[in-house]
């Protein structure tokens, strides 16, 4: 959601229309007699202040273009709208001019250029402040206040066995190195070290992070002038190894250790059925032990908690079921309760039934999120995400 925004003189809207205009990139001249086109900088929750065009549109860059050359065109340009001005003569305020520019595409637009990188909106926000893009195909990131690209550093995500632990912007477990020092924050793995570890590098003045309590959080500077994410002062890796989000192979060489969402050790923990995790764009929502989704119906009741859905229903909307002595990680655990149904145990939380969706295939997803206008995916606290 939107907090607020940087104070910004900006007139005129952004033209999604083609239009002519000469060839090349120039910078934004100080005084233009002629406005016609706007860009702004609001402050996003989770990624700070992000440039929007003049309705608060959030702005994007992609990762597969060059300076000042768009590679999106068709297909792509559909889904992710050039933001366009009908000029060279345009004027902006709140973003250094320097930074931006515009040049003429294939079609004779003139896009914009923030950091010398195209501008897009992304075709499914559809309101301001919704960042729905963001970190799309690892590729897609909404543009920050100074042209960066917002990536965030770290979320949190969930590995069988070990229950919540940090993640990158992509999933990938985040690690800590019993070689390294917290106290004063200190790296060393180098070389063919951090060829294996990889260090999370934060971009931009600050780590970007969701579900992760921000006093933990900070950067040492390495050899090579980067600034690597600390968490409670202990620097923090990927490992070359794990592929995809839920995998933490890196726990099984000596020294090395998942790190849990307060900075510690991950421990192992076979017991934890219910935990949460940050989901796409519905920030922090509670998951079962492998990270997948859990959601509510509003056709269910909360008090009583008492289920509806059954039959074809609960094949499509399979019930969470918990074994009896299972543990909670990451949501209050007096929110949480059972009702019975067919012999077994379902989750609830707040009173309201939990359940997983069929069509989600990986951690991670949420495609269960607002189906019928009735299902929802949890929130930690047993409201519904997303509203």
Do not use: H
């Not at 076979?270 to 079962?288: E, F, N, P, Y």
């Not at 012999?343 to 707040?350: D, M, N, R, S, V």
């Amino acid at each position: 959601m939107v907090r607020g925004s940087v104070a910004i003189v900006a007139l005129g809207l952004i033209s999604l229309t083609a239009c002519a205009g000469a060839p090349g990139s120039k910078p934004v001249a100080q005084q233009q007699e002629s406005v016609v086109a706007a860009l702004k900088v609001a402050e996003i929750q989770d990624l700070g202040p992000i440039v929007t065009d003049a309705k608060g549109f959030t702005l994007y860059r992609f990762d597969g273009d060059r300076p000042n050359e768009s590679t999106c065109d068709g297909e792509c340009a559909a889904s992710w709208p050039p933001a366009t001005v009908e000029g060279e003569n345009f004027a902006v305020t709140g973003v250094d001019r320097g930074l931006v520019g515009s040049f003429v595409r294939q079609d004779g637009s003139r896009q914009l250029t923030v950091g010398g990188l195209p501008q897009y909106r992304f075709a499914k926000d559809s309101a301001p402040g919704e960042t729905k893009g963001q970190g799309l195909q690892g590729k897609w990131f909404a543009t920050g206040g100074n042209g960066e690209r917002t990536q965030l550093a770290a979320r949190t995500g969930v590995v069988t066995g070990l229950g919540a632990v940090l993640t990158d912007n992509a999933g990938l477990t985040l690690y800590r190195f019993d070689g390294d020092t917290a106290q004063p924050p200190a790296s060393t793995c180098d070389g063919g070290c951090a060829a294996a570890w990889p260090p999370v590098v934060v971009e931009g003045e600050k780590p970007r992070v969701k579900g992760i309590d921000p006093t933990l959080l900070g950067t040492v500077e390495r050899a090579d002038g980067k600034k690597q994410l600390t968490v409670a002062g202990w620097p923090q890796y990927t490992f070359q190894d794990d592929n995809k989000p839920g995998e933490a192979k890196g726990v099984t060489v000596p020294r090395w250790f998942a790190t849990a969402t307060d900075g510690r050790k991950a421990q192992q923990n076979k017991a934890v059925a219910l935990t949460s995790a940050t989901v796409a764009d519905l920030g922090v929502v509670a998951t079962d032990k492998d990270g997948m989704t859990l959601y509510r119906f509003d056709d269910d009741s909360a008090d009583p908690p008492a289920s509806t859905c059954s039959g074809e229903c609960a094949e499509q909307w399979p019930p969470a079921f918990v074994s009896e002595g299972f543990q909670v990680q990451g949501v209050d655990a007096s929110l949480v309760g059972t009702i019975e149904r067919d012999g077994k145990e379902q989750l609830t939380i707040a009173g309201w039934p939990q359940y997983l969706f069929a069509g989600d295939e990986v951690c991670g997803e949420a495609n269960g999120q607002g189906v019928g206008g009735k299902w929802w995916a949890t929130k930690a606290d047993g409201s519904r995400a997303g509203r």
